[in-house]
């Protein structure tokens, strides 16, 4: 009986997770998420390097919805704009700096990109 209860009690949950992720991702919760470092100081000038390619993706990833695009596709997307924002702050805070930030956040931005793939995005 107590192992029934159990497995109800996790099927519930894994279709309570789902629908929180169909339901979307904001803007500004997605920023917040993307703009977090986790403890590496940045100078002024490298915080506004971080927060212009963080808004930058997402008002890309925003855009992508609009295209109504096939799931693979937008999938696809997805990672070439996670790609791009790689590559640009590779550029602009340099790759001992950016190396540094990566190792922090990288579980987290697979993460996201799970959440990103898997929702749809809400202004």
């Known amino acids: ?5 159990s497995k109800v009690i996790l099927i519930v ?9 169909a339901q979307g991702i904001n803007r ?3 920023l917040n998420e993307l703009n977090k ?15 212009n390619a963080n808004s930058t993706l997402v008002l890309e ?3 992508l919805d609009e295209k109504n695009l096939s799931k693979e596709n937008r999938n696809k997307e997805i990672d070439k704009l996670f790609d791009k ?24 931005i697979v993460e996201i990109i799970k959440k990103v793939k898997q929702s749809k995005m809400v202004p």
């Open 1 to 5: 009986m107590k192992g029934l209860i």
């Open 13 to 21: 949950t894994f279709f309570i997770s789902a629908v929180s992720f």
């Open 85 to 108: 924002r790689d590559k640009t702050l590779t550029s602009s805070l340099g790759i001992n700096k950016y190396s540094d930030i990566k190792a922090r956040t990288d579980d987290k």
């Open 28 to 30: 500004t919760s997605l």
């Open 37 to 51: 470092t986790y403890g590496i100081a940045l100078s002024d000038d490298e915080k506004t390097y971080f927060g």
């Open 61 to 63: 990833l925003f855009g």
